[in-house]
């Protein structure tokens, strides 16, 4: 086993995690930053797979008080407001650093200013964008300035456990696997930040990026941190359909639908009249969503269980400007955008909910800091499209520059050296490579897909935690394999593990909603209901047991009252 000392610890590759190391190291140029990716540098993760855009104020006629209300009304009110605010309100300063700072182009006006497109939810055309490979641009960007500050990145090594001081009550570092030669790597840190992304693939159709795990969440949780709305999981409604292909899933983007691409039920009607007759394909995801489920489930969809995305209309020379990344995806798979009706399907897009954190990406654990999708409270029960990414850029920023503060001022605490012992012998073992840990994997994933999904209800919820504790048994009865370099199965195994833990807190928080609010719906409780106000907190105790208790929503800038109404979508 290797050993690495390091100031500032950062697990993930993609927008947050850079961000947090590019501010950690302009704070201060003298700390020790270490990056470990599980993915390839830059190459890994959901921010280069962003299309739509990053939602921000630029405009006369716009403001943070429109952006701030579409976000809360779009959360379904339980938002943190608090972290609402500071996405809103810091969202221009990370778009200007990066165009004059970093380099990032975003598509112009006529007049030089920086174009804005329309997304769903929103009251003003808010969203810049780089064409649809938005999120390359970016990542792009951010992997230059990384190298420029000379920091120090592990490729392809996962984050395993998250380690603690003899107390239990302070992060001391994290155990890492190299994913190549099985080497472990204890880091004793100061300050560790999880942006691993969420766990949508916990789902059997997700656009996520396939080595995303819950990874940040799991350890976070088994670690005995604090976590918030984790019955809120998004699923994106135009999910391509390419059955038999890693590519099923591939979201296309919410710009088409902003522009006015329409949906399409198998017998060719524009479905959305019966589900939200004002907003039409410009609803928030959430419903879009649903209501493609829901003709899915009524006899209406197509075949391979998905409906039908129309911009046919919208023409050729829109559609090769605005959206080049699409085309060329569609065409690969056989589908031409200017001639052919596209067949999508919702698809587990995003999770809302995730590691509490305060308005400086402080988690309950000392030493221990969470942001992008591994932190819970910004979105609250649904995302805005555009949000995600600017989220990740601002909080990103904002936990790097706290992290360096925090090093500062804290000493780094000693790992205490029985848990890094009984971690490292628990990946001890001499098995041979079977493939089951893959097919309970996929064994998780349908289960999660069919009663954790888009539509829940009580039965669905219970049987949940039967099939979880069955899974997880046969899991636990493998043995673990002989060797960790380039072992498919100990991955699998790993990965499998982490998306586990996330379940059981998504059908813990889900089986106490009895309502349906945002993303979270409850086919046996199909209405809001203001009881409901509040926000789930879970957390792991000594004993292993979960605790889940519900706190009022704390409306600390805007009532409910004065919310009132639907968001007005421009024409």
């Known amino acids: 086993m290797q050993s690495l000392t390091c100031d500032i610890l950062i697990i993930g590759g993609g927008g947050a995690a850079l961000f947090a190391a590019i501010h950690a190291r302009d704070s201060a140029p003298n700390l020790d930053i270490v990056v470990a990716s599980k993915g390839l540098f830059a190459k890994s993760g959901c921010t280069r797979m962003v299309q739509g855009g990053y939602n921000v104020v630029l405009h006369d006629d716009d403001s943070f008080d429109k952006h701030y209300d579409d976000t809360i009304r779009g959360g ?8 609402a605010w500071t996405l809103v309100t810091q969202a221009p300063e990370r778009v200007f650093e990066m165009e004059n700072s970093f380099g990032c182009t975003f598509d112009r006006n006529a007049d030089g200013t920086i174009h804005q497109r329309a997304l769903a939810g929103q009251s003003f055309n808010r969203t810049i964008h780089r064409g649809d490979l938005t999120g390359i641009e970016i990542i792009s960007r951010l992997a230059e300035q990384m190298l420029v500050r000379d920091i120090e990145m592990l490729n392809e090594v996962r984050g395993v456990d998250l380690l603690l001081d003899g107390s239990g009550q302070s992060v001391t570092g994290a155990l890492l696997m190299d994913q190549h030669s099985g080497e472990l790597i204890a880091v004793n840190a100061a300050a560790v930040l999880v942006a691993t992304g969420g766990a949508a693939p916990l789902y059997r159709i997700t656009a996520a990026s396939l080595e995303k795990s819950g990874d940040g969440l799991a350890m976070a949780y088994r670690a005995g941190a604090e976590f918030v709305d984790m019955e809120m999981m998004q699923f994106h409604p135009t999910g391509l359909i390419v059955d038999g292909s890693l590519l099923n899933g591939t979201v296309l983007e919410e710009g088409l639908r902003g522009a006015g691409g329409h949906l399409l039920n198998a017998d060719h009607e524009r479905y959305m009249e019966r589900y939200d007759p004002e907003k039409m394909e410009r609803s928030t995801r959430d419903r879009v969503s649903r209501s493609g489920m829901m003709e899915i489930r009524a006899g209406r969809g197509t075949d391979s269980e998905g409906v039908y995305l129309d911009v046919r209309h919208l023409g050729k020379e829109f559609l090769l400007k605005s959206s080049p990344g699409m085309y060329e995806r569609c065409l690969t798979v056989g589908t031409d955008m200017e001639t052919d009706l596209i067949e999508v399907t919702p698809t587990a897009h995003f999770q809302m909910g995730g590691i509490r954190i305060d308005s400086e990406c402080r988690t309950s654990l000392a030493g221990l800091f ?19 990414v600017a989220e990740s850029m601002v909080f990103g920023a904002i936990a790097g520059e706290s992290m360096a503060r925090h090093v500062k001022e804290s000493a780094r605490p000693a790992i205490d050296p ?33 009663h954790l999904g888009i539509l829940r209800e009580a039965n669905g919820l219970a049987r949940v935690e039967e099939e979880l504790n069955a899974i997880e048994s046969e899991l ?44 979270h719906f409850r086919e046996d409780f199909p209405d809001s209901d203001d009881r409901y106000l509040v926000n789930f907190f879970q957390r792991k105790e000594a004993d292993g047991s979960m605790t889940t208790e519900s706190r009022p929503v704390e409306f600390s800038r805007r009532t409910p009252d004065a919310l009132l109404g639907e968001t007005l979508i421009p024409a």
């Open 370 to 388: 969470a942001a992008g999708e591994d932190a819970g409270g910004v979105h609250g029960a649904n995302r805005l499209g555009g949000n995600g």
């Open 76 to 83: 379904s009110l339980i938002n943190n407001q608090e972290l």
């Open 418 to 450: 029985d848990l890094l012992s009984r971690l490292c012998d628990r990946l001890e073992g001499s098995a041979e490579i079977t493939g089951e840990p893959y097919r309970l994997k996929n064994k998780l994933r349908a289960l999660s897909w069919e």
């Open 476 to 519: 636990t009865a493998l043995p673990m394999p002989a060797q960790r370099g380039g072992n498919p199965d100990l991955q699998e195994r790993l990965d499998a593990e982490n998306l586990i833990d996330v379940a059981r807190l998504i059908g813990a928080a889900a089986s106490q909603r009895e309502e349906s609010r945002g993303s």
